[in-house]
């Protein structure tokens, strides 16, 4: 099965700040890699999908960048209502997972 | 618009079957993939399976050989049955639909059940 490696697991930011997460996979997944949100007590919300593409409704200053084996999400500029936790996602092989997440904090 | 609601016991004994139902409105389940997603508290997410709309099923590894998903199209609702059950299936349960599962693009989800294991 496929591993992600998300890093850092846990950060610290301002408003306005300029936020990347990374995601790595254990092999080659091209670019079959999606992000999500979640909010405490709220179900994931899709924000990136096929490494680069943006969900309809979510905003510019989400970015998702990357193929093969490494990722990345950035928030151009944080807003109070990203503080959340932020998993990748990979469906390159049958079996679909998830990494272990990054929680964005204040 | 599409929506999921998920519905079922909150509580189940260790060595029980954990069941629960995914009712969607909005869109016939007819087609597409509709999936099954899990949380323990405070951890991340583990995909538990897809029901394809071709109604075959595709399950994650290790759950495998525990694992039931199955659709009702004439109630519009598919379905998650998990058997022998110990504290480790604790976890809030989502099902969710994939609007293309050759890339996993789990575009809408239910709000999520807490299923508790215990005695």
């Known amino acids: 099965d496929i591993q992600l490696t998300q890093s850092p697991s846990s950060l610290y930011a301002s408003v306005g700040d300029r936020v990347t997460i990374t995601c790595r996979a254990s092999?080659?997944?091209?670019?079959?890699l999606n992000w999500f949100q979640q909010k405490p007590g709220n179900a994931p919300k899709l924000l990136i999908y096929?490494?680069?593409s943006l969900e309809s409704g979510v905003p510019s200053r989400f970015s998702g960048s990357g193929s093969g084996t490494g990722f990345t999400l950035t928030i151009s500029s944080l807003q109070p209502e990203d503080f959340a936790t932020y998993y990748c996602?990979?469906?390159?092989?049958?079996?679909?997972?998830f990494g272990g997440g990054t929680k964005v904090e204040i | 618009q599409v929506q999921l609601q998920e519905s079922g016991p909150g509580l189940v004994k260790p060595s029980e079957t954990l069941s629960l139902t995914c009712s969607v409105s909005?869109?016939?389940?007819?087609?597409?993939?509709w999936s099954w997603i899990r949380q323990p508290p405070g951890k991340g997410l583990e995909w538990i399976g897809y029901?394809?709309?071709?109604?075959?099923?595709d399950y994650n590894p290790s759950l495998k050989s525990r694992v039931t998903i199955s659709k009702d199209t004439s109630k519009n609702q598919f379905s998650l049955s998990l058997t022998s059950v110990t504290a480790a299936d604790t976890a809030a349960y989502f099902c969710?639909?994939?609007?293309?599962?050759?890339?996993?693009?789990?575009?809408?989800w239910g709000q999520g059940t807490l299923v508790t294991v215990s005695s």
């Open positions: 969710a639909r994939d609007r293309d599962s050759n890339y996993g693009l789990m575009d809408n």
């Open positions: 909005g869109v016939s389940i007819s087609g597409g993939s």
């Open positions: 029901i394809y709309y071709t109604g075959s099923p």
């Open positions: 092999q080659s997944i091209a670019n079959y």
């Open positions: 096929t490494a680069s």
């Open positions: 996602q990979q469906r390159y092989a049958t079996f679909l997972t």
